[in-house]
């Protein structure tokens, strides 16, 4: 019977650890992060259709138009969590994109990648500057999850700028979480706190300290229509030497992981943050 009791009693404390509040909220977002393919338009990704064996990129990432504006988005999957909010704040720009997980944009080859994932990041880059060179979009959109302050800015802005787009738009890094945004919410101290900016030992510094060096080196340029954007800057305030950067907006969270955006987040940054530079 001890036995039987035992097996209850870790039957039952497991059912509710996986109903609790706080079970749920991860859970939401884990969903969020497996369904995300639209709001990230994922047809668009090299790396996923080589990977799938597709062709490199899908029709529909593409609509070029000789009338109206246009936007062209250009990166890694830190860029398609920006798809959903441009397509949202911009409905009158025809809208193009295309980009490969973990693959920055660059006019060079990838060092520091191998395997699959290189070759997709080389087809990712010289497909998104040849279908760039030949719509002409009225904006560039580049953006990637870190190293802003490594990448050959000076070099893709003057290819761009020859190819005649008018404005290029660099998004820097959103506040990134460790182990994720979900886990991190969850805790005692987060979980009931009605504050949307929070301080973390999760809260991964260097991006900060990489995003310090990215706006100095990019507006060093000065070149007049290329912008960088600091999202950190925006979303992260100093209190007592420590950053308290946003997590939420009202329920939603503005992450499903450690960085990459949610639905809510998504249309909340770029209306918030981006919409008014472009």
Not at 104 to 115: D, F, N, W, Y
Not at 121 to 135: G, T
Not at 266 to 273: A, G
Request: glycine share 4%; proline share 3%.
């Amino acid at each position: 019977s001890s036995a039987i009791f035992l097996i209850l009693f870790f039957f039952l404390k497991y059912s509710n650890a996986t109903n609790t509040p706080q079970a749920l909220l991860v859970e939401k977002y884990l969903n969020e992060h497996k369904n995300i393919g639209e709001a990230y338009m994922l047809q668009c990704d090299v790396y996923s259709n080589l990977k799938n064996s597709k062709n490199a990129l899908d029709p529909s990432c593409l609509s070029p138009t000789k009338n109206t504006k246009s936007l062209f988005l250009w990166g890694d999957s830190h860029s398609q969590a920006l798809s959903l909010g441009l397509r949202t704040a911009f409905p009158n720009y025809s809208f193009n994109q295309i980009g490969s997980s973990g693959c920055k944009a660059s006019l060079v080859e990838p060092i520091s990648m191998t395997g699959e994932l290189k070759q997709a990041c080389s087809i990712s880059n010289n497909l998104a500057l040849e279908k760039i060179k030949e719509i002409k979009p009225t904006v560039v959109v580049i953006a990637q999850q870190n190293e802003h302050d490594k990448s050959d800015w000076k070099s893709i802005i003057n290819k761009l700028n020859d190819f005649g787009v008018e404005k290029i738009i660099i998004v820097g890094a959103v506040p990134q979480w460790h182990p994720s945004l979900p886990k991190i919410m969850i805790k005692n101290t987060n979980f009931s706190s009605k504050k949307t900016h929070i301080n973390d030992s999760g809260l991964d510094l260097k991006i900060i300290e990489d995003d310090i060096k990215a706006v100095k080196t990019i507006e060093s340029l000065k070149i007049k229509n290329a912008q960088y954007i600091s999202l950190i800057n925006q979303m992260c305030n100093i209190e007592n030497e420590k950053y308290f950067c946003e997590t939420k907006i009202s329920n939603d969270l503005l992450q499903v992981d450690y960085g990459h955006l949610s639905k809510a987040g998504s249309i909340y940054i770029v209306d918030r943050y981006i919409k008014s530079h472009i």
